[in-house]
C-alpha cells in the first residue's frame, strides 16, 4: 500500500531508509517538544536542524529528488516551515521556470548550494488576488539601464511573502513594469535585499516580519517596501519576456505566462494536503483504536470508540480523500512538469487547462483538507484540543491554503471562467472542440442514473451521476449568465450576479476529476489484496460524496429517493467493511513518531503514560508555584481573607 501511495515501491523504500537515518541523527531531532517553544525558540531551532541538513544532505538523501527533499523537510523540519521554505517552494521554481538561461547561469547555482536565500514577494498590503493592481513599480530608467524599484504608499509595501521578514537575502519580487510612461502589468525581478555579508537590509529597503499568524509560525512572513530602489535592467526575468537596453519591450508566449510560480505551487500543494489530512487521520484513527469510552452492547465491556458508526462516519471518509487527493495530487504534478517542459520551448497551448484544472482542485482539496482535520481532532475529544494530539497545529498549516496561492472563491472563479467556455461551445454545437477534461459536458446523458440497477458495473454508473450533476450545474450557471447579458446586464455584473452557482460548477466538476482520478488509480493495481483494500475505499468515497452533494441530483429526478436510500445504505455498509482495514490504510503512509510529532498518535499505542509525561515536562511543571502567583494571584487572596 505504501507503494501505492507513494508511487513506487522504491519511492517507499527510500522513505522508509530516510526515515530509519534520521532516527539515528539525534542532532536532526527536535530539542523539546515544539508546541513548548516560544516562537523564536522554533526559529532558532529550526535554523540550527536546517545548517546541519545543509552539511549531511548528501548522507540522507538524493537532494536532487525533490520527494526526497519533502519527505527530509517533513521529518526533520516540519509542517510549521523554516527560514528557508519559501526558497524551495517558490523562489527556485520561478527562477527555474522565468530565468533566462544567461540568467539561471548567474545565480541558480548560488541557490541550490545555499550561497544566497531567496523567496517571492508578490502580495501586498493592499492586494493580493487583484495582481492588475498591486502597487509597486519597476521604472526603466533609459539613462541608467535600471529599473527603479519604489513602494508609493503604504498599501504598495509587500506584505505576506514567507521567509521575507528576516531570512531571505534575496527575493522574486513582481512590480508593475513602466517603460517610457507605459505600464506593462506584473512583471517579476530579481532583487537583492541584504547585504551579502552583514545581512543588513540595503540602503532604499524597508524590511520586517509581520508578527504572529494562526499557525506556520517558524516562517517569517514579511513587510517589504522600496525608497527609489534600482536593479540593472538584466534583473527582469527574461525567459519570456524582454526589455532591450532602448526600452524596447518584447512580449511573452503567453500574457500570463510570469504566474508560472504560483500554478507550480498549486500543483505541488495537493500531496502536501493529502500528507496533511492522512497525518491527523492518522492520529485520530490511533487514537479511536485505543481509547474505550461506553458500551455498544451494555453486558459488554467498554468499547474502542472507533467502533462507534458515528465515529467511523466522522474519519472514514476522509481516510478515502486522503488517498484521492494523493492520486489526483500525483496527475496533477505529472501534467504540471509535462506542461513546464512544453511552456519551456514555447507551447503554451495547455496552460489555459492546466490553470483551471489546478485552480479548482488547490480550492477543493484544501477546503476538504481543512474539513477533514477538524473533524479529525473532535473525534479525540478532549485530547485532541490539546497540543498533545498536534492536530491543532496541523489544522492551522493546512488551512492556509486556502488563502495562499489564490484564494478558494477566487480560484474556483477562474475554473468556471475555463466551465463557461466550454458551455458555449457546447450550446453553438461545437462540442468536438471541448478539452479531454470538460467532453463530458458534449455527451448526452441518459434520463436517469442506473446506480443500483446495473450489478458489478464497476464504477461506471458512479462516474456518470457525477458527470450528470457537474454538466448540469456548469449549464445552468452558464445559461444564468448568458441570459442575464441577453437581458443587457453588462458582463461583470452578470458573472458577479452568478457567481455562487458558478463556482457550484466548479466545486462539482472537481469533484468528479478527484473521482476519477481515484478510480484510474485503482484499475491500473495488479496487487490484488491492495486493489480489494482500495475498492472498498473507493466505494466509500463514490457513496459518500454522492450523497454530500445529492440535491444536484434529485432537482431533475436523475437520482431518486429510492436510489438515495440505496447509496445511504452502501456508505453504512462500506463504513462497517472498511473497519478492520482503518489504522492499516493510515499506517501504511508510514509516519514516523518523529515526523508525526504527537503525544496521542503516536506507534506504541501508549497513550496515557505518553500524555502524562509530556505533561510533567510542561515548562509551567518546572516549579510548583508559579511567579504569577507569588506576585499576583497569592496576594488577592490573602487580601481577601482579611
Ligand atoms: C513529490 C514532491 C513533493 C514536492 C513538494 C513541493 C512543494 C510542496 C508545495 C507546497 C508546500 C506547502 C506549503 C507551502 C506553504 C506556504 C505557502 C507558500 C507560498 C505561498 C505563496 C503565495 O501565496 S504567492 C502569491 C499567490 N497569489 C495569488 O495566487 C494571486 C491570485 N490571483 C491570481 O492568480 C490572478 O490575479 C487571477 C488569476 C485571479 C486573475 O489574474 P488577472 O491577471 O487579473 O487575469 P484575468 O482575471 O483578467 O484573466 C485573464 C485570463 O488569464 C487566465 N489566467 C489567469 N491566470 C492564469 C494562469 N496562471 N495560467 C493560464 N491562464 C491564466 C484567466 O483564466 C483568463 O482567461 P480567459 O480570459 O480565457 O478566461
Ligand atoms: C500562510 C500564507 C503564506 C503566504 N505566502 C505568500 C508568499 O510567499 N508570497 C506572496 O506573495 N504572498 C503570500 N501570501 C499571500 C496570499 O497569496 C494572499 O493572501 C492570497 O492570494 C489572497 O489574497 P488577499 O489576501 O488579497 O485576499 P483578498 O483578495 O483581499 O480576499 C478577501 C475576500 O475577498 C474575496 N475576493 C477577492 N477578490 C474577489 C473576486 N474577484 N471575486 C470574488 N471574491 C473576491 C475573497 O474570496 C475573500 O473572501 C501568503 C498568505 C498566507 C496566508
Not at 498591486?134 to 503604504?154: G, K, M, N, R, S
Not at 516562517?219 to 530602489?229: H, I, S
Not at 519551456?344 to 482539496?365: E, I, R
Request: charged fraction near 20%; hydrophobic fraction near 40%.
Amino acid at each position: 500500500m505504501a507503494a501505492q501511495i507513494w508511487g513506487s515501491e522504491k519511492r517507499a523504500r527510500r522513505r522508509r531508509e530516510i526515515s530509519a537515518k534520521i532516527a539515528q541523527m539525534p542532532e536532526l531531532h527536535d530539542s523539546k517538544p515544539l508546541p513548548f517553544m516560544t516562537r523564536e525558540e522554533k526559529i532558532m531551532e529550526s535554523a540550527r536542524k536546517l545548517t546541519i541538513l545543509t552539511e549531511k544532505m548528501g548522507q540522507i538523501i538524493d537532494p536532487t529528488d525533490p520527494a526526497e527533499l519533502y519527505h527530509l523537510n517533513n521529518e526533520v523540519l516540519g509542517l510549521e516551515g523554516n527560514p528557508m521554505a519559501l526558497h524551495g517552494v517558490m523562489f527556485i521554481p520561478a527562477l527555474s521556470a522565468q530565468a533566462s538561461d544567461e540568467q539561471q547561469a548567474k545565480w541558480l547555482p548560488r541557490a541550490l548550494r545555499r550561497e544566497i536565500i531567496g523567496t517571492y514577494a508578490q502580495t501586498e498590503l493592499g492586494h493580493g488576488t487583484n495582481l492588475q493592481n498591486l502597487e509597486t513599480t519597476a521604472t526603466y530608467d533609459l539613462a541608467t539601464q535600471e529599473f527603479v524599484l519604489h513602494t508609493p504608499q503604504i498599501t504598495a509595501l509587500k506584505w505576506w511573502p514567507g521567509n521575507l521578514g528576516k531570512s531571505s537575502n534575496y527575493a522574486v519580487v513582481v512590480a508593475h513594469m513602466i517603460i517610457k510612461a507605459k505600464n506593462y502589468g506584473p512583471h517579476p525581478f530579481m532583487v537583492q535585499l541584504r547585504d551579502e555579508k552583514t545581512h543588513e537590509p540595503l540602503p532604499g529597503i524597508t524590511i520586517g516580519d509581520i508578527g504572529p499568524k494562526m499557525a506556520y509560525n517558524i516562517v517569517d512572513n514579511g513587510f517589504l517596501g522600496f525608497n527609489k530602489y534600482r536593479i540593472p535592467r538584466t534583473n527582469l526575468l527574461m525567459r519570456h519576456t524582454k526589455v532591450e537596453a532602448d526600452g524596447t519591450y518584447i512580449k511573452p508566449p503567453h500574457a500570463k505566462i510570469n504566474y508560472s510560480a504560483m500554478v507550480h505551487v498549486r500543483a505541488y500543494m495537493l500531496t502536501g494536503q493529502a500528507i496533511m489530512l492522512a497525518s491527523a487521520l492518522n492520529i485520530a484513527t490511533r487514537y479511536s483504536s485505543v481509547r474505550r469510552q461506553g458500551q455498544i452492547d451494555k453486558s459488554q465491556p467498554e468499547v474502542k470508540v472507533l467502533e462507534y458508526q458515528t465515529q467511523q462516519h466522522r474519519l472514514f471518509p476522509s481516510i478515502a480523500r486522503a488517498y484521492a487527493f494523493q492520486f489526483a495530487g500525483a496527475e496533477t504534478v505529472k501534467l504540471y512538469e509535462h506542461v513546464l517542459k512544453e511552456m519551456k520551448s514555447g507551447n503554451v497551448s495547455l496552460m489555459a487547462d492546466l490553470h483551471a484544472l489546478t485552480s479548482g482542485l488547490k480550492s477543493v482539496v484544501t477546503y476538504q483538507t481543512g474539513e477533514g482535520i477538524e473533524q479529525a481532532r473532535m473525534a479525540c475529544g478532549g485530547h485532541g484540543y490539546s497540543m498533545a494530539s498536534y492536530i491543532s497545529e496541523i489544522y492551522g498549516v493546512a488551512i492556509g491554503g486556502c488563502t495562499y496561492e489564490g484564494e478558494n472563491m477566487v480560484m474556483l472563479l477562474q475554473l468556471a471562467r475555463y466551465l463557461v467556455k466550454s458551455a458555449a461551445l457546447v450550446k453553438s454545437g461545437q462540442s468536438s472542440k471541448l478539452g479531454p477534461l470538460v467532453a463530458y459536458l458534449g455527451v448526452k446523458s441518459e434520463p436517469t442514473s442506473l446506480i443500483d440497477r446495473i450489478p458489478n458495473s464497476g464504477f461506471t454508473e458512479y462516474v456518470k451521476t457525477f458527470q450528470h450533476v457537474s454538466k448540469r450545474q456548469t449549464l445552468k450557471a452558464a445559461d444564468m449568465f448568458f441570459g442575464l447579458m441577453e437581458k443587457g446586464e453588462k458582463r461583470e455584473i452578470a458573472w458577479n450576479k452568478c457567481s455562487v452557482e458558478l463556482n457550484r460548477a466548479s466545486r462539482l466538476h472537481t469533484r468528479l476529476f478527484i473521482v476519477e482520478a481515484f478510480v484510474r488509480r485503482v484499475n491500473e493495481i495488479a496487487d490484488i489484496r491492495i486493489k480489494e483494500a482500495l475498492t472498498d475505499l473507493l466505494h466509500l468515497h463514490v457513496n459518500y460524496e454522492l450523497l454530500d452533494i445529492a440535491s444536484y441530483a434529485l432537482e431533475d429526478g436523475f437520482l431518486s429517493a429510492s436510489q438515495l436510500d440505496y447509496i445511504r445504505d452502501q456508505v453504512y455498509l462500506y463504513l462497517g467493511k472498511i473497519r478492520p482495514n482503518a489504522v492499516s490504510l493510515l499506517d501504511s503512509w508510514e509516519f514516523s513518531d518523529i515526523e508525526l510529532r504527537s503525544v496521542l498518535g503516536r506507534r506504541d499505542g501508549n497513550v496515557y503514560e505518553n500524555l502524562f509525561k509530556w505533561a510533567k515536562s510542561s515548562p509551567l511543571n518546572k516549579t510548583d508555584v508559579l511567579s504569577s502567583v507569588t506576585q499576583y494571584l497569592k496576594p488577592m487572596m490573602e487580601k481577601a481573607r482579611l
